[in-house]
């Protein structure tokens, strides 16, 4: 099944604790980002990568970092979060930018900073 | 840069229409997505427009005009479970970027 998975789905953990979020997609799709989701505010994109070892920022890159080493995964890295990155999180793969290729989404990974 | 804008909250009776309004200004625009979002739960993906026009998919219609920097979703025959979030996504320059969501509500 075509798919885009993230884990952990839900993570509380304290301020300064390094975290990982991890996303693998199995469709072999060239582009892929990463948004946080806060009331009122809607999607906002945090970093994009256009393929292996591509990355730039998106938005709200701020407190957060990725990598993309592998075209499967791309992780969402915190080395020292903060209550203000407490959000819904959401990981995405499309085929490649610039055509009429959807976004599909992970299932979310709800993060609270305590 | 990226400015997207939409209705906050819309409410219809079942089995009615309803229309969501969707602005944006966008550098190097090359498509306007919609989505649908249930409570918790992803991003579907419901329409594609990237030239001015209607595109029908079932009870689910969407319409660009680029000129205007401006599109629409219909959605016809509403069910209970039209009930979502709709976002409209606009794409250019590498990223695509959402307006905050329109939450419709469907009443019996």
């Known amino acids: 099944e075509a798919q885009v998975t993230q884990n952990p789905r839900y993570l509380i953990t304290v301020t300064g604790k390094k975290l990982t979020v991890t996303c693998s997609q199995n469709?072999?799709?060239?582009?892929m980002s990463w948004y946080r989701q806060d009331p009122g505010l809607g999607l906002r994109q945090i970093y994009y990568?256009?393929?292996?070892?591509?990355?730039d920022k998106g938005d709200v890159p701020e407190g957060y970092k990725v990598s993309r080493k592998e075209k499967r995964n791309f992780p969402l890295i915190l080395e020292s979060p903060s209550p203000n990155q407490t959000s819904l999180y959401f990981c995405a793969s499309s085929l490649r930018q610039g055509m009429n290729t959807e976004a599909f989404f992970g299932q979310g990974t709800r993060l609270t900073v305590v | 840069g990226q400015n997207i804008d939409q209705p906050t909250e819309m409410t219809a009776t079942e089995g009615a229409i309803v229309q969501i309004n969707c602005t944006y200004q966008t550098s190097g625009f090359n498509g306007l997505f919609w989505y649908q979002q249930h409570a918790g739960e992803a991003p579907t993906f419901l329409s594609y427009n990237v030239l001015d026009g209607l595109e029908e998919k079932g009870r689910f219609s969407s319409f660009l005009s680029r000129s205007k920097g401006y599109s629409y979703l219909l959605l016809k025959e509403l069910q209970m479970k039209d009930s979502a979030s709709y976002l409209c996504a606009a794409r250019g320059d590498y990223k695509l970027s959402f307006g905050a969501g329109t939450t419709v509500t469907v009443r019996a």
């Open positions: 990568s256009m393929n292996v070892e591509v990355t």
């Open positions: 469709m072999n799709h060239e582009y």
